[in-house]
């Protein structure tokens, strides 16, 4: 009887890991292909795992590669290894496509810090050169992952701040938070953002109308609507306008 328990129970130990150690062996060439001296994209790098091959293998396994990737992502961001960070970077999302928190997290790296470790002390117009690549490539990381999440509204939101803050770009953010607010499920402030944008912009008919248009959706017992404050902004604007 004690034979017999023993025995059933020891699969449960010895299997986990076995199987986690089958699936670093099977990533092993994929990251080897992907250490190149010439980073492939991110599609490149989502081909090498596609249908039939190393990540189909691994099926249920994808989720623990990817953390282990990420865990190596977040020992090469305190390293300040830019290089190391963007690779493994991109390895996560190749492991997992799934989380959207790989995608909104790298994105940040990619965006704000990477820069940052690359210019220090450097004249403000190689920082700006430098800040305005880097975000383009958040930028190119995050419309990757809109094809493996199509309609989420935090990978706009998070294209809208990057436009905003790293390249100082109103319109294109502007746009980005509308595109935001149309999705299904998005947060409120993303329409309010849009308006906000719009007044900045010199634009405030436009940004008039999109609040009058987003108000009847907006929820009176829902404290993240803001319908009061929305109201607020209407009358405001209407007073602006008036002698327009």
Known sequence: MSSSIANSSLPRCVLPPALLLAAVCLMRPLEMRLSAPVMASVPQMAALGGSGGTLAVMGGLRAAVAGGFWLR????WERRDAAAT???LHL?????ERPLYFWLNGARMMAYDLPEWRTEGAPQAVRQREADMQ???ALDFLATGL????GAAEIYIEMANIRLRAQGDREGAAR??????EQPGSPYY???VHAELLRELGRPEEALAWLKQIL????ADDPAARREVVVERIKGLEQETAGK
Not at 147 to 150: G, R, V
Not at 176 to 181: D, I, N, T, V
């Open 92 to 96: 996560t999302v190749a492991a997992d």
């Open 86 to 88: 963007t690779r493994l």
């Open 73 to 76: 992502t977040n020992l090469a």
């Open 147 to 150: 094809k493996s999440h199509a």
């Open 176 to 181: 980005l938070f509308r595109q935001a607010a």
């Open 135 to 137: 975000a383009r490539m």
């Open 190 to 192: 993303a329409a309010r």
């Open 216 to 219: 009847p959706t907006l929820q």
